[in-house]
């Protein structure tokens, strides 16, 4: 693809964030120079042109306080320099160590990837000074959000020379895929952190950072229209359900595709296998409900990937462990079909002429739950026969089939949180275009929202 075949459109991006506003990460700059000096190597001004911090300041939290509630001339990353940046060596390094200290990626690079295919794409990093300054302050600061983004990277590149893409292409989605969630930098860590649920205001703020990250590149001199792009689409799906502006495949670029997988699965892993010692394995029947949300070549090109590596499934439970897993997965069944039929019903009983693009991306979001798990084990009769059987006790072990069961199960309650917590959103944004369809949802939900766990 060509630099001028993938544009950016900058009016598509929402005004809500100032980069003209000091932000959290002012504050994670003034932490981060405690051990790693952060100076200001460029006059800071406010807008109408006072000196509010002059050249060799150092960034403390006092200095940062000052400059709170101000407006500023320039962004405040243009005006600093930290003294230890990490460098395309450095990068090198750490995606060296992600590689060795993951079974999956060092068993990956033994088979298809030599390390050395990565020592091109991180000698860009010298040219762009920004994005250095970025990612070491989020290596310093959120360092779980760096140890995802170099495996979001990893993939990414995988995924593209998997497709063959030219070397300069893969290298754009690797960057891409670096600089993709710079945005988290500047959100509310209260928030980021949260134990309980988040309420729908702090999901469509949590979800900002998608335009906050997009406004940032355009200000980075040497990043191209498609690097750009990806990053603004990596929260966009094929079937019209993500952020920011419910995209559909024919409005996507391939390079925002695959970092889109690549950022989903690395999600799936972080999120929900990891912490319980399992492997990348166990992806493919997540991956595998989601293929309408995704483009199809890069999801065969991910189940190839994983099962190139030869990682087996772990076992899940055995012996005397398996009757309660069993009942457990009965149960949770009947509890998954019952409020899915409760969102469907929600949704189809207002009709599709309503006209408006939000309720629609969320009746394709039930009519794609509906197609995919209607059509998966968990509502075949043989899976329900296995589970009662090993209910009663007369299995000692769990069958392949009844694992990958049990993580469609998970896949699927991901799911119907995810379109509860859609539907809350559209309800309390007040944007409906029809206020009697407005309140037959708000009714619908008070029931569903019992079933929500």
């Known amino acids: 693809m060509s630099r001028d075949q993938q544009s950016f459109v900058p009016g598509e991006i929402s005004s809500a964030w100032n980069p003209l506003q000091v932000s959290v990460y002012a504050d994670y700059l003034a932490l981060l120079s405690a051990k790693n000096p952060v100076v200001v190597v460029e006059d800071i001004l406010a807008l109408d042109g006072e000196l509010l911090l002059a050249r060799t300041a150092l960034i403390d939290q006092k200095n940062i306080a000052y400059l709170k509630n101000k407006t500023l001339a320039r962004p405040l990353a243009h005006s600093i320099h930290i003294e230890r940046l990490i460098s395309a060596d450095d990068l090198l390094q750490h995606l060296l160590d992600t590689i060795r200290s993951t079974e999956y990626f060092q068993s990956l690079a033994e088979r298809k990837h030599p390390l050395s295919s990565l020592t091109p794409v991180c000698a860009m990093l010298s040219n762009l000074p920004l994005v250095q300054q970025f990612i070491t302050v989020m290596a310093a600061q959120m360092n779980d959000l760096y140890q995802r983004t170099l495996c979001v990277s990893l993939w990414s590149l995988y995924i593209a020379q998997e497709m063959r893409l030219p070397a300069h292409d893969s290298g754009e989605i690797f960057w891409a895929a670096i600089t993709h969630d710079v945005g988290i930098l500047h959100l509310d860590p209260q928030i980021l952190n949260k134990t309980d649920e988040l309420t729908a205001d702090d999901w469509q703020y949590v979800q900002s950072h998608v335009d906050i990250s997009t406004k940032i590149l355009l200000d980075i001199p040497g990043l191209s229209p498609a690097i750009i792009t990806a990053v603004s689409e990596h929260h966009e799906r094929c079937d019209g359900t993500g952020y920011p502006l419910a995209k559909v495949e024919s409005e996507l670029s391939i390079p925002g595709q695959i970092l889109a997988v690549a950022d989903a699965i690395v999600g799936i892993y972080f999120n929900r296998f990891k912490a319980q010692g399992r492997r990348w394995r166990e992806v493919i029947p997540v991956l595998e409900m989601n293929r309408a949300a995704y483009l199809y070549r890069s999801c065969d090109i991910v189940t190839t990937m994983i099962l190139r590596s030869e990682l087996p499934l772990p076992n899940l439970v055995s012996g005397s462990g398996v009757p309660e897993f069993a009942e457990r997965m009965l149960q949770q069944n009947f509890h998954l079909q019952n409020w899915f039929s409760q969102l469907r019903d929600c ?13 629609h991306a969320l009746q394709n979001v039930v009519l794609h739950i509906a197609t995919t798990f209607k059509g998966s084990m968990l509502f075949k009769e043989d899976l329900r026969e296995s589970l ?37 959103m559209y309800i309390s944004s007040g944007e409906g275009k029809d206020p009697k369809i407005t309140k037959r949802l708000e009714e619908g939900f008070a029931k569903i929202s019992g079933l929500i766990k």
């Open 388 to 424: 009662e059987s090993m209910a009663s006790e007369e299995s000692i072990s769990i069958s392949e089939v009844v694992a990958d069961a049990s993580l469609v199960q998970q896949e699927m309650a991901f799911h119907l949180q995810r379109l509860s917590r859609m539907m809350q």
């Open 347 to 359: 949704l189809i009983s207002v009709g599709y002429t309503h006209g408006d693009r939000k309720l």
